[in-house]
């Protein structure tokens, strides 16, 4: 039973350390972080995925787990309480970019009500090698991620026009962590 | 980590320092766009920095090394409270040196020594609406950030000039953020905006009151509005500091005693206290 396994052991200041490494992560797009070195999440769930969602996620928020994730269902449910959401849940969890176009990118307005995309990929630092430029980047910085689809540029940089409405990227890889905000535009190697 | 007994850490419960972090990422995401929460009641008054407080809890771990300042000052009543208030609900380590902060939460001023890439800057912030002066209703401006529609601020700034001949706008100097979106500065003084522009360090801006969460990221674009005839211009008070005297610093003007006397001196007291232990003296100052 994944639900036997435990959470973060400090609730409180494993939150707050995770969170900064988030928080880092989003304010610097493609600058790896390390979190959730002292979880244990049930399989197919890695260390970094669960500790975002154990930060971020609960009983206020939506969350649309994909299937393929689906084995770690009843721990994210017992830990985070989340309900579960649909192509506009505030939370998307999977291990697959899933169709950006589809989710919720908030409105010109709230262009904050959109959907935060958790995507747990192979690796991070390693395989596909992209640019990064925007906001949080002091000069075009190279950024390598393994599991990212084929037409990933062409995905985001449909994303990244809607701007300042879109969807964010959380990465997660083991115990690496990385971001991809709305604001930031991504191009070859 | 020792922290009063009966709270939680850094006083809010999780549940709500978990909504404070879920904005904070968004405000990261969107630079300058003001992201909407639920602001607490705080052990003190709104108006007093609970939406600067609030952030400060939500993002303060026990290694961060925190300095408050009001109005450049370490010593005033505002930042003395709030970091006494972190040192006993979350036992952090508490400075006034603004090298060796790791968070830095500030009311109207921005330090004088540049900020790094390590450290985060929280902003207490009293109206976090540019054009709330210009248009009263919220829902008016909502869309006029929307549609990037900020005519009316220029119209002000043009009958500022018309008027005055120059922009009369001495603090909370609106600024552009990443191209995008309009953005009050906090009541920083105009002196202070340039420093924003592409700061290596995060910047977070937290409005209680208001309920508004709003952030700049390192290295983003902070422009303050201007014409090509009429460039954006700083200006501070022509004196050097009468302690340290620092001919750059921004200068708090102070009655010295009831004959008229007036001493200029660094509003950054921690600027002015190291350039003084450095040996600097200034006319009115005695040697360290």
Not at chain 2, 214 to 238: C, G, I, K, Q, W
């Amino acid at each position: 039973m994944s639900i036997d396994l435990p959470g973060f052991a400090d609730p409180v200041l494993g939150a707050q350390a995770c969170f900064r490494a988030v928080l880092t992560a989003m304010s610097r797009p493609g600058l790896i972080q390390r979190t959730g070195l002292d979880l244990t999440p049930p399989s197919p769930l890695a260390p970094a995925t669960a500790a975002v969602l154990l930060t971020l996620v609960d009983a206020e928020t939506t969350l649309l787990l994909a299937p393929s994730l689906a084995a770690s269902a009843e721990w994210i449910e017992f830990h985070c309480g989340a309900r579960q959401g649909d192509a506009a849940a505030d939370f998307v969890v999977t291990d697959s970019l899933p169709d950006l176009a589809a989710l919720e990118s908030g409105n010109d307005e709230c262009p904050e009500r959109s959907t935060t995309v958790i995507l747990q990929l192979a690796a991070l630092g390693q395989g596909t090698a992209y640019t990064l430029a925007g906001p949080g980047l002091a000069a075009p910085t190279r950024f390598l991620a393994e599991g990212l689809p084929a037409d990933f540029l062409a995905r985001w940089g449909a994303n990244h026009r809607l701007y300042p409405r879109g969807i964010d990227l959380i990465l997660c890889a083991g115990t690496d962590l990385a971001a991809l905000p709305r604001s930031v535009a991504a191009s070859e190697g | 980590m020792t922290s009063a007994a009966g709270y939680n850490f850094a006083y809010l419960d999780e549940q709500t320092k978990r909504m404070i972090r879920r904005a904070l990422l968004k405000a990261v995401a969107i630079p300058g766009h003001q992201i909407p929460f639920g602001s607490r009641e705080m052990p003190l008054p709104y108006g007093w920095g609970t939406g600067g407080i609030q952030v400060t809890a939500a993002v303060l771990g026990p290694d961060d090394v925190l300095k408050v300042i009001d109005q450049g000052a370490d010593d005033t009543t505002n930042a003395v409270s709030i970091r006494r208030f972190f040192a006993r609900t979350a036992g952090v380590a508490t400075t006034t040196d603004t090298a060796a902060a790791t968070l830095i939460q500030t009311r109207h001023r921005i330090p004088e020594k540049p900020l790094r890439e390590d450290q985060i800057l929280v902003y207490q912030v009293p109206q976090p609406e540019p054009l709330s002066r210009l248009e009263p209703s919220r829902a008016e401006t909502r869309r006029m950030h929307a549609l990037a529609e900020y005519g009316l601020m220029y119209v002000k700034l043009y009958e500022d000039i018309t008027r005055f001949g120059h922009v009369a706008i001495s603090y909370d100097y609106p600024v552009m953020v990443n191209g995008r979106h309009l953005m009050a500065p906090s009541p920083i003084p105009a002196f202070d905006n340039p420093k924003m522009h592409r700061m290596a360090a995060l910047q977070l801006f937290g409005a209680g009151r208001e309920k508004r969460i709003y952030a700049v990221p390192p290295y983003t674009s902070v422009v303050s509005l201007d014409f090509d005839d009429h460039p954006f211009r700083t200006t501070r008070a022509p004196q050097c500091c009468g302690l340290c005297g620092a001919d750059s610093s921004y200068l708090d003007e102070i009655v010295a005693d009831d004959k008229g006397g007036r001493l200029f001196v660094c509003s950054d007291t921690d600027f002015c206290e190291e350039r003084r232990a450095a040996g600097h003296v200034g006319p009115e100052g005695v040697a360290a």
